[in-house]
């Protein structure tokens, strides 16, 4: 039982981790609507094809982890909890996003950096790189991709961002996991799955 616990943990933390929408905090206006209730069953397959095609199609499986080596252990890691503590999202050379057990227990969480747009990396409570994201274009231009790594260099899924709130999200052998748009976590039957509080 403590074993299919912890590996519905590390699921949930995948999912909520690969759809963080580069720590933005802008807010929707106009009125845009979700097509995903409204479409057949057919169009949704087509379209969760449509973006497997375009994010497997160059995908890298394994990366060079020597590429992260500066990033193995966050030096900030004591300001980044304080500031994470007192609901401080935003410093003056990056952003965080703090990722927690019952809304109080610390897990993980992710970096920012301003000067640094192709990458956000994710670290333990600790201040251990466990996972990065590479991303194909500066967070900040959408649409991008998003292929996140662990810390060994492996592949543990992929995200299309079609912008800030909305997102497909991938596994990394290719399995559909979802979409997330606003607060919501969609499957490929449009039945929502899975909740997230945006920063």
Sequence with gaps: MAKFTK???????????????????QVIEGGVELDWPLLNQEAREQTINYYRDL???DVTYKVNKEQVKSQKKDLNVWENRDALKNEIRKLPDREL???YLLNKLLIIYGVKYYEDKFHIYYYNAAGGLEYFDILDKPHDEYPHI?????KNGKLVGSSYYISEYDQYIYDEKGKFKGRWYEERLYDKKAKIIMTRKLP
């Design 7 to 25: 590996y519905l943990i590390c699921y949930c933390f995948l999912i909520f981790i690969l759809s963080f929408p580069a720590f933005s905090q």
């Design 55 to 57: 994010l497997f199609k």
């Design 97 to 99: 996003a703090g990722f």
């Design 146 to 150: 998003a292929y996140q790594y662990r």
